[in-house]
């Protein structure tokens, strides 16, 4: 209760005050709410499985089922923070691995060389893209749409739909595989996909706050016309932004060899779903400007967490979706709660 000075006595909305604190926590900080989800899931799969869920082994096996998403959707969530979305970087990334396999195995080029190639095809799918969507204007949806039609047929068409079996590779081309390389810490295992994934995503988080192409992705992605006219070279960031994207979808494809240990180019189908999946669920907005990459690193987590739970409780594997569903749209809600208030 107060008295605003004219004799009347007002009554503060305490409630009202409760939310705007945590409106603003939100908003600047994006991260917090996947994270808090994850660690009350961590917490509740841990009490219903104790020790079988609880153990090294089984942490560290989550962070080895999504570092494959975890990778594709640092890209991802590099595009959707412009306000845009690529639905090619699984595409992207199966292609490159194609063609580091391909480009050492019939043509007998050295693994270091193949290994180059397929990620500046990685790099040049990126280019197109961001050529498309930044100096032709095409809508992002629409532009990506057509690319992964593309490179998929191009990915069938070239390698002729032939698997290079893990045995070879392991003979010939052991590089192809390092990122599966094993690391054991005192029942814990990782992986260097694990550990790349990881780096990734920090070098990624400073790069997004601390630089001046950083504030440049998070201004585009708000308001191009706004960023334009406070000096922001707005093409250009955006093609920047797509080559990133698929320069880091060609390194996705690179540990997707190391984690099936094969060349196969029907490998990551479901590449695109899981890494928008991992990006809304951690909290990036969808109409752009706003999130963080270790949001969407703790949103990759959560869905490796039920996964992994739910697997071990012996429920069927269609809860997970359901669970995940619930998720993806709770994070939009809430989203569009922010983005409310804000406005």
Same mark, same amino acid.
């Given at each position: 209760?107060?008295?605003?000075?004219?004799?009347?006595?007002?009554?503060? *909305?305490?409630?009202?005050?409760? $939310?705007?604190?945590?409106?603003?926590?939100?908003?600047?900080?994006?991260?917090?709410?996947?994270?808090?989800?994850?660690?009350?899931?961590?917490?509740?799969?841990?009490?219903?499985?104790?020790?079988?869920?609880?153990?090294?082994?089984?942490?560290?096996?989550?962070?080895?089922?999504?570092?494959?998403?975890?990778?594709?959707?640092?890209?991802?969530?590099?595009?959707?923070?412009?306000?845009?979305? *690529?639905?090619?970087?699984?595409? =992207?990334?199966?292609?490159?691995?194609?063609?580091?396999?391909?480009?050492?195995?019939?043509?007998?080029?050295?693994?270091?060389?193949?290994?180059?190639?397929? /990620?500046?095809?990685?790099? $040049?799918?990126?280019?197109?893209?961001?050529?498309?969507?930044?100096?032709?204007?095409?809508?992002?949806?629409?532009?990506?749409?057509?690319?992964?039609?593309?490179? /998929?047929?191009?990915?069938?068409?070239?390698?002729?739909?032939?698997?290079?079996?893990?045995? *070879?590779?392991?003979?010939?081309?052991?590089?192809?595989?390092?990122?599966?390389?094993?690391?054991?810490?005192?029942?814990?295992?990782?992986?260097?996909?694990?550990?790349?994934?990881?780096?990734?995503?920090?070098?990624?988080?400073?790069? /997004?706050?601390?630089?001046?192409?950083?504030?440049?992705?998070?201004?585009?992605?708000?308001?191009?016309?706004?960023?334009?006219?406070?000096?922001?070279?707005?093409?250009?960031?955006?093609?920047?932004?797509?080559?990133?994207?698929? /320069?880091?979808?060609?390194?996705?494809?690179?540990?997707?060899?190391?984690?099936?240990?094969?060349?196969?180019?029907?490998?990551?189908?479901?590449?695109?779903?899981?890494?928008?999946?991992?990006?809304? =669920?951690?909290?990036?907005?969808?109409?752009?400007?706003?999130?963080?990459?270790?949001?969407?690193?703790?949103?990759?987590?959560?869905?490796?967490?039920?996964?992994?739970?739910?697997?071990?409780?012996?429920?069927?594997?269609?809860?997970?979706?359901?669970?995940?569903?619930?998720?993806?749209?709770?994070?939009?809600?809430? *989203?569009?709660?922010?983005?409310?208030?804000?406005?």
């Amino acid at each position: 209760m107060t008295d605003n000075g004219s004799g009347i006595v007002s009554f503060e *909305d305490h409630n009202s005050g409760i $939310l705007r604190k945590i409106h603003s926590a939100l908003h600047h900080a994006p991260s917090l709410v996947p994270l808090v989800v994850l660690t009350v899931s961590v917490i509740i799969f841990g009490l219903l499985l104790g020790s079988k869920f609880f153990s090294p082994f089984a942490l560290t096996l989550i962070l080895q089922q999504v570092q494959i998403v975890g990778i594709v959707g640092a890209a991802q969530a590099l595009v959707i923070l412009t306000a845009g979305i *690529d639905l090619s970087v699984g595409a =992207i990334m199966v292609l490159s691995s194609v063609v580091m396999g391909q480009f050492t195995f019939r043509y007998g080029m050295p693994v270091e060389l193949a290994v180059a190639c397929g /990620l500046c095809c990685g790099l $040049l799918c990126g280019f197109i893209n961001g050529f498309f969507v930044a100096v032709v204007k095409l809508p992002p949806f629409i532009v990506t749409l057509g690319m992964w039609q593309i490179v /998929l047929a191009t990915n069938f068409l070239y390698s002729s739909n032939e698997t290079i079996r893990s045995q *070879d590779i392991a003979e010939i081309a052991p590089l192809l595989q390092i990122f599966g390389t094993k690391f054991e810490f005192g029942g814990a295992v990782l992986t260097g996909g694990v550990i790349f994934m990881v780096g990734l995503v920090f070098v990624l988080a400073y790069a /997004l706050r601390h630089t001046a192409w950083g504030r440049h992705v998070h201004a585009v992605g708000d308001d191009p016309e706004a960023a334009n006219l406070a000096g922001v070279k707005v093409k250009q960031t955006l093609i920047s932004v797509y080559m990133v994207a698929g /320069l880091i979808c060609s390194f996705a494809g690179w540990a997707l060899i190391g984690r099936i240990g094969s060349v196969s180019p029907t490998s990551g189908q479901l590449a695109n779903i899981e890494s928008i999946t991992a990006v809304v =669920i951690g909290g990036i907005s969808l109409f752009g400007g706003r999130g963080s990459i270790l949001g969407m690193l703790f949103g990759a987590l959560i869905v490796g967490v039920f996964s992994l739970g739910l697997r071990l409780l012996g429920a069927d594997a269609q809860w997970t979706y359901l669970f995940i569903g619930l998720l993806i749209i709770f994070a939009v809600a809430v *989203d569009q709660w922010i983005r409310k208030v804000v406005s």
